[in-house]
């Protein structure tokens, strides 16, 4: 309903909105009510039992839980396998209507116990980032308020100074009930800090225990700040380790827990300013590219066949008479290598092997540090027998650019995966770039979509309304201050010129400083507060300015902004979330006075700083100025709005106070927030793709670090591959089969001899399981040979390294899609539809590809020293980014708001579906297990191995 009515327009959906409103307020008032109820019966209680409760609610929770425990479990299963948001949203609104089914009953008692040990800790003081305060609150009601929203799930909106940091402490006990942990999520560091600092020893009276994490904690800091029942933080210091969690090569160094409940505080500035930019976590594309150049030489003097000629010498020993295997023993000792022009592969034979390990002057490929060269040798071989210059590719400005096979197109961004493209650049003799690459990356939107649970306060979010409501779901209740705002806004002094604005800023705070009253300047720029600064200097007018860049510090100088004389200037970010008290007389002479320089792009950020005046019913009152040259007037304001008003101006420095421009800046800013959302629209499309691709990537490797059904994982891929190969050489006519094809393949994937003899009378799908069980039961005789144990270690670090290189190839190649999407000339394909479908088709072939290098190894390699070393190597983080997103330029947005329509491209799932019944599809017979742990052996037993 509110959707629809959030996509409406005009002053019909203001007053629903306001009526929806002033309902939801009113909603809330009941369970205010009943606190109130229960404040005089706890009041009588001794501290004891006032902790106790806490136990007590524990165990009311614990109750209520059992009649849902199925319910739960079969939810959070089904979340973590959804792939596509939507989904995810439908099932975590689900499980949060299970788990406010047993948390709302308790609100009253619970926040009353809240509320009266802030009561009993008034007097008291504490440390506090530093510095010793007193504590003196206890919730107001509309404090109660603010906070039964924020436990349902809602965006709080409520003035600077109306005590948000205390109203954050009662959702976050009685969910941290639930024993799943709560984030309370700040803008940085020193805030987190603070306001553990703040709050911590309330949660600690009632016995929970509160933790902060920090950027630079040592992860067993962090660990132990994780597993507390309250962890405070900054939303970069979140996402970053969830990022790094799933870097971890090592399941014991992971730090997040899951994500269950997060407030997020200033929650515009995260969800709306932030989430303009990913969070992308970047290192080194190749160890060393040394090794394209050497496989390069190596291969260079190699005597290398096709498979044709290959197969016609065979061919022609067997009809004089030699035995087949003896005739390719032959022939292989004659040739290093030979290459499939119809499987685009390349096959090194054993004397190729022997002769790469004495030019590269390695002992073995198959164990230790080594496994890696046979594939850097089969590349280089591709490259230069299988892709020729000019035909598949071309060299352009010391670069290889792929032409499309099927329309001849140079395709630059594209590039050829798992190190191909590499293997062509030496080939060309051409400088392979020692580059970085994203090595993890998430937007907050898709970050803060993993919760189950989020919620959020600020002071403006009622201008985003519709975006926080379209993307994540969030709803936004006003709530009315606690004493009634008597803050003064002027209207906005219009000047032509940014100089002659300059001086009347400079005339305003002279103005107001000499009768004694504060004043806080806000500027845009670093660099227009050196300007004023400057310019107050010449006046000898003592100020501060403030960059927010040492937040701490900046906090301590802010917290005195109120005191008479002061004059402090401030970038937006400076010293917010630092409440600003008045000093001795200051409200009797007027409060503090706002001096906003220039509108910002948003109106909201504009509703920040003069919020900062006019605290707790304080008086305050503010002003912007504005000139014909600030950005926002030139680029959006319409022409004839300046020169009307130029002209009906009198003199030069004079302000023009017109509402006409005040309306017309209104629109203007509203015009800018409409073009930055499309801008967030863009990224979160951008992202989607990717999102899909790493939650079923994270979740696989996650299964695998942890050692969960690692020989299930194996035995599939084996199937699905020699299924495959099935497929290839015993195709639809019985005529064409190639079991000459099939037999050569399962001996160099899997070392299994076998004999034609042994595919007579046989179906494809007979001819499957027939291989199936040969490979099984070479793999239990391996699993037999190396014991159970260090299988295990084998198989993990086999899959732990496949699945890491390959989605750090994955990931390359999509850092490549993205910035060379745009420079293709489609006809007719939009860039982010192009980049969806090739995303899409990459995706495929990486998951492809890790199932063939896991099935090819998992005979050959043997268990390695120093196996960890090498995994830790692929990921080595250079920067931890939170930048401006490149992807789109303003031309490339029009493009892109017509490709809205484009269709979902669905990853194909880690193991692909196969049309019949399945080894892991529920059992055909109805017993709901899986097939393979059903009638997989009866029905299969018949065969035999
Ligand atoms: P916000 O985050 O909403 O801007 P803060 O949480 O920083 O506000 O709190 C601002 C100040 O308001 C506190 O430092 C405190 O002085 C005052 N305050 C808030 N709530 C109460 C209360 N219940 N009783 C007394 N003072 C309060
Ligand atoms: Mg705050």
Same mark, same amino acid.
């Given at each position: 309903?509110?959707?629809?009515?959030?996509?409406?327009?005009?002053?019909?959906?203001?007053?629903?909105?306001?009526?929806?409103?002033?309902?939801?307020?009113?909603?809330?008032?009941?369970?205010?009510?009943?606190?109130?109820?229960?404040?005089?019966?706890?009041?009588?209680?001794?501290?004891?039992?006032?902790?106790?409760?806490?136990?007590?609610?524990?165990?009311?929770?614990?109750?209520?839980?059992?009649?849902?425990?199925?319910?739960?479990?079969?939810?959070?299963?089904?979340?973590?396998?959804?792939?596509?948001?939507?989904?995810?949203?439908?099932?975590?609104?689900?499980?949060?209507?299970?788990?406010?089914?047993?948390?709302?009953?308790?609100?009253?008692?619970?926040?009353?116990?809240?509320?009266?040990?802030?009561?009993?800790?008034?007097?008291?003081?504490?440390?506090?980032?530093?510095?010793?305060?007193?504590?003196?609150?206890?919730?107001?009601?509309?404090?109660?308020?603010?906070?039964?929203?924020?436990?349902?799930?809602?965006?709080?909106?409520?003035?600077?100074?109306?005590?948000?940091?205390?109203?954050?402490?009662?959702?976050?006990?009685?969910?941290?009930?639930?024993?799943?942990?709560?984030?309370?999520?700040?803008?940085?560091?020193?805030?987190?800090?603070?306001?553990?600092?703040?709050?911590?020893?309330?949660?600690?009276?009632?016995?929970?225990?509160?933790?902060?994490?920090?950027?630079?904690?040592?992860?067993?800091?962090?660990?132990?700040?994780?597993?507390?029942?309250?962890?405070?933080?900054?939303?970069?210091?979140?996402?970053?380790?969830?990022?790094?969690?799933?870097?971890?090569?090592?399941?014991?160094?992971?730090?997040?827990?899951?994500?269950?409940?997060?407030?997020?505080?200033?929650?515009?500035?995260?969800?709306?300013?932030?989430?303009?930019?990913?969070?992308?976590?970047?290192?080194?594309?190749?160890?060393?590219?040394?090794?394209?150049?050497?496989?390069?030489?190596?291969?260079?003097?190699?005597?290398?066949?096709?498979?044709?000629?290959?197969?016609?010498?065979?061919?022609?020993?067997?009809?004089?008479?030699?035995?087949?295997?003896?005739?390719?023993?032959?022939?292989?000792?004659?040739?290093?290598?030979?290459?499939?022009?119809?499987?685009?592969?390349?096959?090194?034979?054993?004397?190729?092997?022997?002769?790469?390990?004495?030019?590269?002057?390695?002992?073995?490929?198959?164990?230790?540090?080594?496994?890696?060269?046979?594939?850097?040798?089969?590349?280089?071989?591709?490259?230069?027998?299988?892709?020729?210059?000019?035909?598949?590719?071309?060299?352009?400005?010391?670069?290889?650019?792929?032409?499309?096979?099927?329309?001849?197109?140079?395709?630059?961004?594209?590039?050829?995966?798992?190190?191909?493209?590499?293997?062509?650049?030496?080939?060309?003799?051409?400088?392979?770039?020692?580059?970085?690459?994203?090595?993890?990356?998430?937007?907050?939107?898709?970050?803060?979509?993993?919760?189950?649970?989020?919620?959020?306060?600020?002071?403006?979010?009622?201008?985003?309304?519709?975006?926080?409501?379209?993307?994540?779901?969030?709803?936004?209740?006003?709530?009315?201050?606690?004493?009634?705002?008597?803050?003064?806004?002027?209207?906005?002094?219009?000047?032509?010129?940014?100089?002659?604005?300059?001086?009347?800023?400079?005339?305003?705070?002279?103005?107001?400083?000499?009768?004694?009253?504060?004043?806080?300047?806000?500027?845009?720029?670093?660099?227009?507060?050196?300007?004023?600064?400057?310019?107050?200097?010449?006046?000898?007018?003592?100020?501060?300015?403030?960059?927010?860049?040492?937040?701490?510090?900046?906090?301590?100088?802010?917290?005195?902004?109120?005191?008479?004389?002061?004059?402090?200037?401030?970038?937006?970010?400076?010293?917010?979330?630092?409440?600003?008290?008045?000093?001795?007389?200051?409200?009797?002479?007027?409060?503090?006075?706002?001096?906003?320089?220039?509108?910002?792009?948003?109106?909201?950020?504009?509703?920040?700083?003069?919020?900062?005046?006019?605290?707790?019913?304080?008086?305050?009152?503010?002003?912007?100025?504005?000139?014909?040259?600030?950005?926002?007037?030139?680029?959006?304001?319409?022409?004839?709005?300046?020169?009307?008003?130029?002209?009906?101006?009198?003199?030069?420095?004079?302000?023009?106070?017109?509402?006409?421009?005040?309306?017309?800046?209104?629109?203007?800013?509203?015009?800018?927030?409409?073009?930055?959302?499309?801008?967030?629209?863009?990224?979160?499309?951008?992202?989607?793709?990717?999102?899909?691709?790493?939650?079923?990537?994270?979740?696989?490797?996650?299964?695998?670090?942890?050692?969960?059904?690692?020989?299930?994982?194996?035995?599939?891929?084996?199937?699905?591959?020699?299924?495959?190969?099935?497929?290839?050489?015993?195709?639809?006519?019985?005529?064409?089969?190639?079991?000459?094809?099939?037999?050569?393949? #399962? $001996?160099?994937?899997?070392?299994? &001899?076998?004999?034609?003899?042994? %595919? @007579? !009378?046989? =179906?494809? *799908?007979?001819?499957?399981?027939?291989?199936?069980?040969?490979?099984?039961?070479?793999?239990?005789?391996?699993?037999?040979?190396?014991?159970?144990?260090?299988?295990?270690?084998?198989?993990?670090?086999?899959?732990?390294?496949?699945?890491?290189?390959?989605?750090?190839?994955?990931?390359?190649?999509?850092?490549?899609?993205?910035?060379?999407?745009?420079?293709?000339?489609?006809?007719?394909?939009?860039?982010?539809?192009?980049?969806?479908?090739?995303?899409?088709?990459?995706?495929?072939?990486?998951?492809?590809?890790?199932?063939?290098?896991?099935?090819?190894?998992?005979?050959?390699?043997?268990?390695?020293?120093?196996?960890?070393?090498?995994? #830790? $190597?692929?990921?080595?983080?250079? &920067?931890?980014?939170?930048?401006? %997103? @490149? !992807?789109? =330029?303003? *031309?490339?947005?029009?493009?892109?708001?017509?490709?809205?329509?484009?269709?979902?491209?669905?990853?194909?799932?880690?193991?692909?579906?196969?049309?019949?019944?399945?080894?892991?599809?529920?059992?055909?017979?109805?017993?709901?297990?899986?097939?393979?742990?059903?009638?997989?052996?009866?029905?299969?037993?018949?065969?035999?191995?």
């Amino acid at each position: 309903m509110l959707d629809k009515a959030v996509s409406g327009i005009g002053r019909g959906l203001e007053r629903l909105l306001g009526s929806h409103n002033e309902r939801y307020l009113k909603e809330l008032t009941e369970p205010v009510e009943e606190i109130k109820h229960w404040e005089r019966t706890f009041r009588s209680l001794s501290d004891r039992e006032l902790r106790a409760k806490t136990d007590e609610f524990r165990k009311r929770i614990e109750e209520a839980v059992k009649g849902f425990e199925d319910e739960l479990e079969a939810l959070r299963n089904q979340m973590n396998e959804a792939l596509s948001a939507k989904e995810k949203l439908r099932l975590r609104g689900k499980i949060r209507e299970i788990e406010e089914k047993i948390l709302d009953p308790l609100i009253p008692e619970a926040f009353t116990v809240v509320k009266e040990a802030c009561r009993r800790l008034v007097g008291k003081s504490w440390e506090v980032a530093g510095v010793e305060l007193e504590w003196n609150m206890v919730p107001f009601d509309v404090q109660l308020v603010g906070a039964i929203a924020l436990h349902r799930g809602t965006i709080v909106e409520m003035a600077t100074g109306e005590g948000k940091t205390l109203v954050a402490v009662m959702p976050a006990y009685l969910n941290a009930l639930l024993g799943q942990g709560v984030h309370i999520i700040t803008v940085n560091d020193y805030l987190a800090r603070r306001d553990r600092d703040w709050m911590g020893p309330i949660y600690e009276f009632l016995g929970l225990s509160v933790g902060v994490i920090q950027s630079q904690m040592p992860k067993e800091e962090k660990q132990a700040a994780y597993r507390c029942d309250i962890t405070y933080g900054q939303n970069n210091e979140f996402g970053f380790d969830y990022l790094r969690d799933n870097m971890e090569i090592d399941a014991a160094n992971q730090v997040q827990p899951s994500l269950h409940y997060a407030i997020l505080d200033e929650v515009d500035s995260i969800l709306i300013d932030e989430a303009r930019t990913p969070l992308i976590i970047s290192g080194p594309a190749f160890e060393s590219t040394q090794k394209y150049y050497q496989a390069d030489r190596c291969i260079r003097p190699f005597k290398v066949i096709d498979q044709q000629t290959y197969d016609n010498e065979v061919q022609e020993m067997v009809a004089r008479g030699m035995p087949e295997t003896t005739a390719k023993a032959e022939v292989e000792e004659k040739y290093d290598a030979r290459y499939d022009q119809k499987h685009n592969s390349s096959i090194i034979h054993d004397r190729g092997i022997i002769r790469a390990q004495r030019s590269l002057n390695v002992e073995d490929f198959y164990g230790g540090e080594n496994v890696d060269w046979p594939h850097f040798l089969e590349q280089a071989l591709r490259a230069h027998h299988l892709f020729k210059r000019d035909q598949d590719y071309v060299v352009k400005g010391g670069q290889v650019v792929i032409v499309d096979e099927f329309t001849g197109r140079l395709m630059p961004g594209r590039v050829w995966s798992n190190g191909l493209h590499q293997a062509i650049e030496a080939k060309e003799h051409l400088k392979i770039k020692e580059e970085n690459q994203t090595l993890a990356t998430i937007t907050f939107q898709n970050f803060f979509r993993l919760y189950e649970k989020i919620a959020g306060m600020t002071g403006t979010a009622k201008t985003e309304e519709m975006e926080l409501y379209k993307i994540y779901g969030l709803e936004v209740l006003q709530i009315p201050t606690n004493k009634p705002l008597i803050r003064h806004p002027y209207p906005d002094a219009v000047y032509r010129t940014e100089e002659e604005k300059f001086n009347a800023v400079i005339d305003e705070i002279m103005e107001v400083h000499q009768s004694g009253r504060p004043v806080l300047v806000g500027t845009r720029s670093i660099e227009k507060s050196e300007r004023l600064s400057k310019m107050l200097k010449e006046q000898g007018i003592e100020h501060e300015v403030l960059n927010a860049k040492h937040h701490q510090r900046e906090a301590q100088i802010v917290a005195t902004a109120g005191q008479s004389n002061r004059v402090t200037i401030a970038t937006n970010m400076a010293g917010r979330g630092t409440d600003i008290v008045l000093g001795q007389g200051v409200a009797e002479s007027g409060g503090l006075h706002i001096v906003g320089t220039e509108r910002h792009e948003a109106r909201r950020i504009d509703n920040q700083l003069s919020g900062r005046a006019g605290r707790q019913g304080d008086p305050g009152s503010s002003r912007f100025f504005l000139s014909f040259e600030d950005e926002i007037m030139r680029l959006f304001i319409p022409e004839w709005i300046g020169g009307f008003l130029q002209r009906h101006t009198v003199a030069e420095g004079e302000a023009i106070e017109h509402s006409m421009v005040t309306k017309a800046i209104g629109r203007a800013q509203k015009k800018v927030e409409e073009r930055n959302f499309q801008i967030r629209k863009d990224l979160l499309e951008f992202d989607e793709v990717m999102d899909q691709q790493r939650k079923l990537i994270y979740s696989q490797r996650q299964k695998v670090l942890l050692g969960e059904g690692l020989k299930d994982m194996i035995l599939d891929m084996m199937y699905e591959r020699i299924e495959i190969a099935v497929e290839t050489y015993c195709g639809a006519r019985r005529d064409e089969w190639d079991f000459d094809g099939l037999i050569a393949w #399962a $001996r160099k994937k899997f070392g299994l &001899e076998i004999t034609e003899a042994d %595919f @007579a !009378g046989k =179906s494809p *799908q007979e001819i499957e399981e027939f291989l199936y069980h040969r490979a099984l039961a070479r793999y239990a005789q391996k699993e037999k040979d190396l014991d159970e144990e260090a299988m295990r270690y084998l198989e993990r670090f086999l899959l732990l390294s496949s699945i890491d290189s390959k989605w750090k190839d994955h990931l390359y190649r999509m850092d490549q899609l993205r910035s060379g999407i745009y420079l293709r000339s489609y006809a007719q394909v939009e860039p982010i539809i192009a980049y969806k479908q090739e995303g899409s088709r990459n995706f495929g072939e990486m998951l492809d590809s890790i199932q063939e290098e896991v099935t090819d190894l998992i005979f050959k390699v043997r268990p390695q020293e120093r196996a960890e070393e090498r995994l #830790a $190597r692929l990921w080595q983080v250079e &920067e931890l980014i939170h930048r401006e %997103f @490149a !992807g789109i =330029s303003r *031309q490339q947005k029009a493009a892109l708001a017509a490709s809205e329509t484009a269709g979902e491209e669905r990853p194909q799932p880690f193991i692909r579906k196969r049309p019949k019944v399945g080894r892991n599809a529920p059992c055909p017979c109805g017993s709901g297990r899986k097939y393979k742990h059903c009638c997989w052996d009866k029905d299969h037993a018949r065969i035999g191995a």
